[in-house]
Protein backbone atom coordinates (compact mmCIF):
# COMPACT_ATOMS: atom_id res chain seq x y z
CA UNK A 1 0.00 0.00 0.00
CA UNK A 2 1.16 3.51 -1.17
CA UNK A 3 1.35 6.02 1.50
CA UNK A 4 0.54 9.99 1.59
CA UNK A 5 3.97 10.66 1.22
CA UNK A 6 4.16 8.39 -2.47
CA UNK A 7 5.96 5.53 -0.50
CA UNK A 8 5.13 2.39 1.03
CA UNK A 9 4.65 2.09 4.75
CA UNK A 10 7.51 0.01 5.21
CA UNK A 11 9.61 3.10 3.36
CA UNK A 12 7.70 5.85 5.57
CA UNK A 13 8.20 3.57 9.00
CA UNK A 14 12.39 3.46 7.99
CA UNK A 15 11.90 7.31 7.50
CA UNK A 16 10.26 7.37 10.18
CA UNK A 17 13.17 5.40 12.57
CA UNK A 18 16.00 7.31 10.86
CA UNK A 19 14.64 10.60 11.89
CA UNK A 20 14.04 9.03 15.41
CA UNK A 21 17.78 7.59 15.72
CA UNK A 22 19.31 10.96 14.72
CA UNK A 23 17.29 12.49 17.63
CA UNK A 24 17.97 10.15 20.19
CA UNK A 25 21.43 10.19 19.57
CA UNK A 26 21.91 14.30 19.44
CA UNK A 27 20.35 13.86 22.80
CA UNK A 28 23.02 11.54 23.74
CA UNK A 29 25.56 13.65 22.67
CA UNK A 30 24.51 16.37 24.36
CA UNK A 31 23.92 14.77 27.59
CA UNK A 32 27.82 13.36 27.30
CA UNK A 33 26.14 10.12 28.53
CA UNK A 34 28.01 7.91 25.82
CA UNK A 35 31.56 8.04 23.95
CA UNK A 36 31.29 10.88 21.59
CA UNK A 37 33.32 9.76 18.68
CA UNK A 38 31.01 6.70 18.26
CA UNK A 39 27.95 8.49 18.41
CA UNK A 40 28.78 11.45 16.60
CA UNK A 41 29.66 8.98 13.67
CA UNK A 42 26.41 6.68 14.33
CA UNK A 43 24.37 9.96 14.37
CA UNK A 44 26.15 11.15 11.11
CA UNK A 45 25.13 7.83 9.21
CA UNK A 46 21.72 7.88 10.46
CA UNK A 47 21.24 11.45 9.95
CA UNK A 48 22.49 11.13 6.41
CA UNK A 49 20.04 7.96 6.10
CA UNK A 50 17.47 10.26 7.10
CA UNK A 51 18.09 13.32 5.13
CA UNK A 52 18.34 10.86 1.48
CA UNK A 53 15.00 9.56 2.60
CA UNK A 54 13.55 13.14 2.77
CA UNK A 55 15.37 13.52 -0.93
CA UNK A 56 13.97 10.28 -2.28
CA UNK A 57 10.48 11.54 -1.02
CA UNK A 58 10.67 14.88 -3.10
CA UNK A 59 12.51 13.24 -6.25
CA UNK A 60 9.58 10.21 -6.17
CA UNK A 61 6.63 12.71 -5.69
CA UNK A 62 7.59 15.14 -8.18
CA UNK A 63 7.73 12.42 -11.07
CA UNK A 64 5.08 11.28 -9.90
CA UNK A 65 3.40 14.74 -10.13
CA UNK A 66 4.54 15.18 -14.10
CA UNK A 67 3.63 11.29 -14.61
CA UNK A 68 -0.28 12.62 -14.06
Do not use: F, K, Q, W
Amino acid sequence: MRSALGGTRAASRRRLVDACDTAAGLVHLARGDVPRGPMAALVTITGTYAALDVLSVGTSNASAVRAE
